[in-house]
């Protein structure tokens, strides 16, 4: 297994536009988290699955958004209509994890997104 | 989310050692992460500390006080490509990550 991939790295897109971005991850990893971060900040959560199940969706992230995994193993992320303030990097990380445990993620690349 | 906070930024010598602070709210936790992310790339995992003491590897220590809320990542002999943020992440309730904004750390020669 070579790790957690994404693709595409980058993409320009025009606002109004809708993207999406595909994440694979470290296959035996059960847990697969999204994040957006911008210069200067920590990572900030999106959501997250456990297996297909999408657990946990953040206030923060608008009706523009959504992310699906079908069948527990890659995940994509849409955002509808996008606007300049979408620009960011994407970050897409897998973990074991279970009730009462947990391991420590692992981050793909990221796709870098800017909205003109 | 969270309150987790760690200085915006700090300078050290190359050959010296640093330590990096990180506080957050003791509420639901299960375990603190530090990460270290080269500018333009993914983070990448250093350390994880789920009990209080101290957890060495190679030139890395982390240390927890679980009571205070509190955590540490010491770097030693540091050498210039440390120069990176350092990201402390927080997990809680066996659920999600909540990290810090991220110290960013200039080692000059």
């Known amino acids: 297994d070579t790790g957690v991939s994404q693709d595409p790295r980058h993409k320009i897109t025009k606002r109004g536009q809708n993207v999406t971005f595909r994440c694979d991850p470290i296959s035996e990893h059960n847990r697969l988290y999204w994040y957006r971060q911008t210069l200067g900040q920590g990572p900030e959560f999106l959501t997250y699955?456990?297996?297909?199940?999408?657990?946990?969706k953040s206030r923060l992230l608008s009706d523009r958004f959504s992310a699906e995994r079908p069948k527990g193993s890659f995940s994509t992320l849409e955002i509808q209509r996008t606007e300049q303030g979408d620009s960011a990097m994407y970050l897409c990380a897998s973990s074991l994890a279970g009730t009462g445990f947990v391991h420590e993620q692992y981050f793909g690349p990221g796709t870098r997104l800017t909205v003109t | 989310g969270q309150n987790i906070d760690q200085p915006t930024e700090m300078t050290a010598t190359e050959g010296a050692i640093v330590q990096i602070n990180c506080t957050y709210q003791t509420s639901g936790f299960n375990g603190l992460f530090w990460y270290q992310q080269h500018a333009g790339e993914a983070p990448t995992f250093l350390s994880y500390?789920?009990?209080?003491g101290l957890e060495e590897k190679g030139r890395f220590s982390s240390f927890l006080s679980r009571s205070k809320g509190y955590s540490y990542l010491l770097l030693k002999e540091l050498q210039m490509k440390d120069s990176a943020s350092y990201l402390c992440?927080?997990?809680?309730?066996?659920?999600?990550?909540?990290f810090g904004s991220g110290t960013k750390l200039n080692v000059k020669p």
């Open positions: 992440a927080v997990y809680y309730n066996f659920n999600k990550f909540y």
């Open positions: 699955f456990q297996n297909e199940a999408q657990l946990e």
């Open positions: 500390n789920v009990l209080d």
